[in-house]
């Protein structure tokens, strides 16, 4: 089984480092910068960066690829879609590749970037989801590119996979996102809960994550659009009558990105 350790970067980035402790061989998810993925491996002389998994395109996700692919000789995999600094294998949608001798199934799930993509792991034991900027713990991405419909189709589509499925997402932005969960759904306890473990977290200065698809669907609104009560929420908020999930998610993704 592969271990999966979070090194953070910037202010709210992780880069997630896919390990197999048997072979010493690692992969690196979305390294936005090299440094925090080059300081691990110094620190591990007898292990060796093999591949680095790429969801999207934007800055804080590629900026470390080129150096890493030189300095280490990284196989790069990322959207076939977007423009991504020495990729190798480019991807689509239903493609799988294998990673550290795991399969991963490709899903594409545009929205925060146009050609945006998912890697998901169906362990029978331990599914798991590299989301990017897409599923965010309690949340998910703004719409730099893509629309509302595109995201909630794809939010939609990461909603079929297995409940137990742990999620990955590439931010720490979990309790940002419980605050505008609890203005959505104020007497949700799941989502009370949930706020009040994530504050004592965060206060103890550790990581949120990973979420699982579970809880996500008990405490995370864009997963929620059908609830009747998020429904009624939102349609005040907009001041209109939201006849449909999708609208419902449009207007949730509108207010998230004032509140």
């Known amino acids: ?18 390990q197999d402790p048997q072979s010493r061989l690692c992969a690196a998810v979305d ?22 998994l790429i969801t999207h395109h934007h800055h ?33 949608e239903g493609q799988r590749i294998r990673i550290l001798d795991h399969e991963l199934e490709v899903i594409e799930v545009p929205g925060h970037t146009s050609g ?23 949340g998910c991405g703004r719409l730099f590119e893509g629309t509302a419909a595109q995201m909630f189709s794809s939010l939609q589509r990461l909603m079929t996979l297995p409940a137990s499925t742990k999620v990955y997402c590439a931010h720490e932005y979990t309790l940002s996102n419980l605050r505008f969960a609890q203005a959505v759904e104020p007497d949700n306890l799941e989502i009370a809960g949930r706020l009040e473990k994530v504050i004592r977290l965060r206060e103890a200065k550790r990581i949120t994550l990973p979420s699982d698809l579970r809880i996500e669907q008990e405490t995370n609104p864009f997963l929620r659009s059908a609830e009747t009560t998020v429904a009624a929420t939102a349609s005040r908020h907009a001041g209109r009558q939201l006849p449909t999930p999708e609208s419902v998610f449009a207007a949730l993704r509108a207010w998230k990105d004032s509140f």
């Open 31 to 52: 390294p936005g910068e090299a440094g925090p993925v080059q300081s691990w491996l110094d620190a591990r002389p007898d292990w060796r960066l093999t591949d680095i």
């Open 116 to 138: 945006h993509i998912a890697y998901f792991h169906a362990d029978a034991r331990e599914p798991w989801l590299l989301s990017g900027d897409t599923l965010f713990a309690a």
């Open 1 to 18: 089984m592969l271990k999966i350790e979070a090194l953070p970067a910037f202010t709210d980035n992780y880069i997630w480092m896919l």
């Open 60 to 92: 804080d996700h590629v900026g470390g690829v080129q150096q890493l692919k030189t300095t280490h000789a990284a196989k790069v995999h990322g959207p076939a879609a977007e423009n991504i600094p020495a990729m190798d294998n480019a991807l689509v």
